[in-house]
């Protein structure tokens, strides 16, 4: 059941979606600075490849950095596995790991957490028909938010292709170290005096075209990835049991029926590999 959160009270359990998160952190905030205590902790899944960690900021399309801190973005991009996304219209703030969510007033800026007046709702994973709205309405703003930054970690099978041995990480785009290395291009008056001539600047408006995927277990429309290959509600029945082999329905790659050679741990039917690999880089 949600809990209303405030002061102390939100700032502590904040800190413990960074805690407990093993999966996944999502941080949802128009403007980032983090607070010594939010570095201290997530500092700690630095260590932890397997966690994806999606970050979507807003505001200030002129100038990023202030928005975004380059001491922070020097912080998140050391994470193995990372996106970060632009918002232009970004005002709400959401932060979440797999098992818990919180909807909030406050942005991820130390300023707001130890000085404003500041209240949010905790949301527990799939106990209510708010936290799966949520879920849902914060997915699309992250599909349909400019990437700026993605790096992935990249794993060996071990085991006979029981488990899987983290490799290595590797920076597959990258459009905010330039930026903050050669600010100077960006705050020139002669590239900044006018809408016309912001639009020009390639950094800030790239356009990219959404990947889409389906989900392995209802066919439905979702971001390709086959770390996640199922709907929201899909997944939600899926970790009852979490079994990895059971057989689902549909190529996450195509959309096609599967006939039950897919599953959460091979989502994509052997015969569209090559072509999904080819694709998306995989």
């Known amino acids: 059941m949600a809990k209303f959160l405030k002061g102390n009270e939100l700032n502590s359990e904040l800190e413990k979606i960074f805690e407990k998160a093993n999966n996944q952190i999502i941080l949802i905030s128009p403007y980032i600075k983090l607070h010594d205590r939010y570095i201290s ?19 200030n399309e002129d100038d990023f950095s202030k928005s975004m801190k380059q001491e922070d973005f020097n912080f998140f991009k050391e994470f193995p596995n990372i996106v970060i996304r632009y918002e232009k219209n970004l005002h709400a703030k959401y932060y979440a790991n797999e098992e818990s969510a919180i909807l909030t007033s406050m942005n991820l800026y130390n300023f707001s957490q130890d000085n404003n007046i500041e209240a ?17 309405y914060f997915n699309r703003v992250i599909e349909q938010s400019e990437l700026l930054f993605q790096r992935n970690a990249h794993f060996d099978n071990a085991l006979f292709g029981l488990s899987k041995k983290y490799k290595e990480s590797k920076t597959e785009i990258d459009k905010l170290t330039d930026f903050f290395s050669n600010r100077h291009k960006y705050d020139s008056n002669e590239r900044f005096k006018s809408k016309s001539e912001v639009k020009k600047v390639e950094l800030t408006r790239p356009k990219e075209t959404f990947q889409a995927g389906f989900c392995i277990r209802t066919g439905k429309k979702i971001p390709f990835n086959p770390n996640k290959p199922m709907s929201i509600e899909a997944y939600e029945s ?3 049991f979490q079994n ?11 959309g096609e029926p599967s006939n039950g050679e897919t599953s959460f741990a091979k989502p994509i039917l052997k015969k569209n590999w090559k072509v999904a690999k080819e694709k998306f880089n995989l």
């Not at 949010?120 to 849902?136: Q, R, T």
């Not at 990895?244 to 195509?254: G, Q, V």
């Open 41 to 59: 902790v997530l500092r700690s899944k630095k260590e932890n490849p397997a966690l994806e960690l999606t970050i979507v900021f807003g505001k």
């Open 120 to 136: 949010g709702i905790l949301l527990f994973n799939g106990k209510d028909k708010i936290d799966i709205d949520a879920w849902e």
């Open 238 to 240: 899926w970790t009852k």
């Open 244 to 254: 990895e082999d059971y057989a689902e329905k549909f190529c996450h790659f195509s």
